[in-house]
């Protein structure tokens, strides 16, 4: 570890790395601050193994830096969801397995780094619109959950740098901007303390959320975080900087929300797919960490791989408000002086690799939808947009029917978190409520905080009980709605369903992919959480919610949004008053508590696998797959699993929410016992790769082209054609000793960072996925399991080469390609004989990734090293 430099703070002496020591001051005052912070990361490890003065240079001279440009980074800490975190933890204690077996104590495997595990992806909302409901639905998830969450126990104790926080204690990236991260972090190493920047990888695809507090983080798969948890250095290649500058100011009403649907659009269009977004600009100083955070929550959304804000005077405040400790605020603040990390207005602009001008004065009331988060659009085309969608699916909107709102969800920490978007939504319903106005019947209503010191500041401000007599009654403290367990729809709304009327959400979140939110939903579509109250109480999407009436009074008097929307000032006043650091001191009153400290679990560093369990099997990534699967020359006669189009997204290949009675997963169930009551749901099910491997590409709107008339889990099984399932064709195609192969278009695997999305695929014998473009975490999922991500030449795909996904494929020179760069050939023989060929080359992006993926995955790379040397990489402190 490289010191150069001391500070003081509270009368302690620090050391800390000083990247200034490394470079010109005029190259250090050009990098983004972002890059400052990787450029910290590299100078305190110089002369370690893999990190040298020339990945200094690749950051300041970004001129230099080519495909396979990449920094390795010691990560100081992991965060985990349930969803993709019990994965990770099983894989490592099936890794301990496979090492115990060999002789190896498992002991040798551990995590060395901390690791936060937050439960918060397996709550269903079950119960809705009542008082209690939240009690009510934790009761069900601890009882459905019991056999995952005994597993967490016993990792809590087995790991030794595991912390897990239990069920009802908020969604993940909440939880993390206001309790765990630090924005600086210290270590004991010599004489002195040194101190250096926060940084985190996630298992969920929003950790850039934390961004907003000045903390680099990013979402990765289970599979990259278990490398980290490993002790391997995190090999990043080195990202476009691109500069997001915001001038201007919200006009009047303008939520924050509002603005970031709005970014959201533009920089999706712009293309920052796998950039560092930078916040910068003369209106960058005015906005809260929670405006902010509600920016770079939807990173994923615009492509980045994280959007970053640097700490300056609004950080300070937050960490304040938020009531972490005077010595540390006083630490954050002078570590950041001395090291150059903090912003005021006197700092000189960095240089970016390009910038993107954002005025957000030109910013309007919007909501995104009817399928993607960036599908931006105002509010009086909502009916039009959902027209537009229906007879895309050939069923149109008949003559006279409305499109139902059969579900308003305030939930997702990308709103929650913001005191400002929360206050005006209890604003909005305190007007409403009095002037006698509720949402019809049909409309399932829910409130997920996402964490408690929103309903304590909620509940202080006198803003709850006006909430719940709309029938925004918490549901509960964690992810929801959002992540598909919007749980079942209102006997009415069935009704209206049987009735042809279509179905709409609308939802304070960050995604509404087809099919994620509920099965039944024909639309979904994002907005402020004050909106989500104002449609709940219109009821349907065929109104202009700007001009229409939303409902009438007790008088018979029309209502208007205008007459119910708060002024800016009134917000203002309010959070001024009520979000104080008081409330966050409740955050560790988890009702959970008692009930999760009373879950007997097995101890001891092994864990005790259970043949019978239909939740907890061994995974079957180490001893029972092939290893070096890309070592050989070429994939000879492989036939094509699934053909899609663009924008795919990971819901699309693994889905997360619930379990269908006559989906694969949900026959092998029945099949072992299981009723329909006790699905549970595929997030919660993520521990069985019995399940998994018949939820791949098992979304209820997925859209196989082979197929082209059926949503779904359907393929065809060549050379007969014949309609199945993609589990049992693969099964047969696995008896008959054929490779598969994915065929795709632009941005594949968009969305979640879920592992399963490429574990799916591998059980399912996927060698190689050929796309216009991948999508960034996915592409690093499918290497990690030995699946090669491949690209299409320019102007070139499916369509434009004339596949249908019946041909047979050849790919020659494959392992040239991975190692040496190079291109290799495609011969696809269509069902008429004739010929197409044409070149590809492998979407990697360092040596890293090649090695990777010539050796046949991560778990085969873990587990020779651990089985060479006795034990797991080691991270140097």
Request: charged share 20%.
């Amino acid at each position: 570890m490289t010191m150069t430099e001391r500070f003081i703070s509270g009368g302690v002496a620090y050391g800390f790395a000083d990247v200034r020591k490394h470079l010109t001051a005029d190259a250090f005052d050009r990098l983004p601050y972002a890059a400052r912070v990787l450029a910290e990361s590299v100078a305190r490890h110089l002369g370690e193994p893999g990190f040298s003065s020339k990945e200094l240079d690749l950051l300041a001279n970004r001129k230099n830096v080519t495909g396979h440009s990449a920094i390795a980074l010691r990560i100081p800490r992991v965060i985990l969801p349930d969803s993709s975190g019990i994965p990770v933890l099983m894989d490592l204690a099936a890794l301990r397995s496979a090492v115990a077996r060999r002789g190896i104590a498992p002991g040798s495997v551990d995590t060395s780094v901390p690791v936060d595990l937050v439960v918060d992806h397996s709550l269903q909302v079950d119960a809705s619109g009542v008082q209690g409901a939240d009690a009510m639905n934790l009761v069900s998830e601890m009882k459905r959950n019991a056999e995952r969450y005994r597993f967490l126990r016993w990792a809590q104790s087995a790991f030794r740098s595991l912390t897990v926080f239990p069920p009802g204690s908020g969604i993940i990236h909440q939880v993390n901007i206001e309790q765990i991260a630090k924005v600086v972090r210290t270590v004991a190493a010599g004489e002195l303390p040194i101190a250096f920047p926060d940084m985190v990888i996630g298992g969920d695809s929003h950790t850039p959320m934390v961004a907003a507090l000045g903390v680099v983080g990013w979402g990765v798969g289970g599979i990259e975080a278990e490398a980290v948890l490993l002790g391997q250095a995190y090999i990043l290649p080195v990202p476009e900087f691109v500069g997001v500058r915001l001038s201007g100011k919200l006009r009047s009403g303008i939520t924050v929300t509002d603005l970031a649907l709005t970014v959201t659009k533009i920089l999706r269009t712009k293309g920052v797919v796998g950039s560092f977004v930078e916040f910068f600009g003369p209106s960058v100083l005015d906005m809260s960490v929670p405006d902010r955070a509600t920016l770079s929550n939807m990173a994923p959304e615009y492509g980045a791989t994280t959007g970053f804000w640097a700490v300056d005077q609004r950080t300070i405040e937050y960490l304040r408000i938020t009531d972490r400790s005077e010595e540390h605020i006083a630490l954050v603040e002078d570590y950041c002086r001395a090291a150059g990390m903090f912003r005021d207005s006197s700092a000189p602009v960095p240089e970016y690799d390009r910038v993107v001008e954002i005025d957000i004065s030109e910013v309007g009331r919007s909501v995104a939808g009817p399928s993607k988060p960036h599908n931006l659009r105002p509010p009086g085309t909502m009916a039009a947009s959902l027209q537009a969608r229906l007879e895309e699916r050939k069923s149109p909107l008949p003559q006279g029917l409305e499109g139902i709102i059969a579900m308003a969800a305030i939930t997702s920490c990308t709103n929650t978190a913001n005191p400002h978007a929360m206050v005006r939504a209890g604003l909005v319903a305190k007007a409403a409520a009095m002037r006698g106005l509720a949402p019809p019947t049909w409309v399932k209503t829910s409130l997920a905080p996402g964490s408690l010191a929103v309903s304590r500041y909620l509940a202080d401000a006198g803003l709850m009980a006006p909430l719940e007599r709309l029938g925004f009654h918490v549901v509960g403290f964690a992810c929801a709605s959002c992540g598909g367990k919007s749980g079942p729809l209102k006997p009415e709304t069935i009704k209206l369903a049987e009735a042809e009327h279509p179905l709409v959400a609308v939802l304070s979140s960050n995604r509404n992919f087809d099919g994620r939110i509920h099965p039944m939903l024909d639309a979904s579509y994002l907005c402020s959480p004050a909106l989500v109250v104002a449609y709940a109480l219109a009821g349907k999407v065929n109104i202009d919610i700007e001009n229409d009436p939303i409902g009438a009074d007790v008088t018979g008097e029309p209502v208007y949004l205008c007459d119910l929307w708060p002024t800016d000032e009134l917000v203002d006043d309010m959070v001024k008053k009520y979000v104080t650091p008081e409330v966050f001191k409740s955050r560790g009153a988890v009702p959970s508590l008692a009930a999760w400290r009373k879950l007997e679990a097995p101890e001891g560093e092994l864990f005790p696998w259970d043949l019978a369990s239909a939740y907890i099997l061994e995974p079957p990534f180490l001893d029972r797959m092939p290893s070096g699967s890309n070592s050989e020359g070429s994939i000879r006669g492989a036939r094509v699993l699934g053909l899609f189009g663009d924008g795919l997204t990971t819901d699309h290949i693994s889905p997360g929410g619930e379990i269908l009675l006559d989906s694969p997963a949900g026959q092998y169930l029945q099949s072992i016992g299981i009723s329909k009551p006790d699905f549970n749901t595929y997030v919660g099910r993520r521990g069985n790769h019995e399940v998994m491997a018949r939820a791949t590409y098992a979304n209820v709107r997925i859209q196989n082209h082979i197929v082209p008339d059926r949503e779904g889990w359907w393929t065809k099984l060549w050379p007969d054609g014949e309609l199945t399932s993609f589990y049992d064709a693969s099964e047969t195609y696995r008896v008959r000793g054929v490779p598969l192969i994915i065929l795709a278009g632009n941005d594949f695997g968009v969305g979640s960072s879920r592992d399963w999305a490429a574990k799916g695929p591998a059980l399912l014998g996927v060698r190689a996925v050929i796309a216009k473009s991948f999508e960034r975490i996915h592409r690093s999922n499918l290497i990690g399991l030995g699946i090669v991500p491949l690209l299409f030449g320019q102007g070139e795909g499916p369509v434009e080469l004339r596949l249908d996904g019946s041909e047979t494929y050849d790919i020659d020179d494959l392992s040239a390609a991975i190692e040496q760069g190079t291109t290799a050939r495609v011969r696809a023989e269509r069902r008429d004989g004739t010929i197409a060929t044409f070149n590809i080359r492998v979407d990697i992006r360092s040596d890293a990734e090649a090695s990777l993926l010539a050796g046949g995955g991560m778990f085969q790379a873990a587990l020779n090293e651990i089985a060479e040397t006795g034990s797991q990489g080691s991270v140097p402190s």
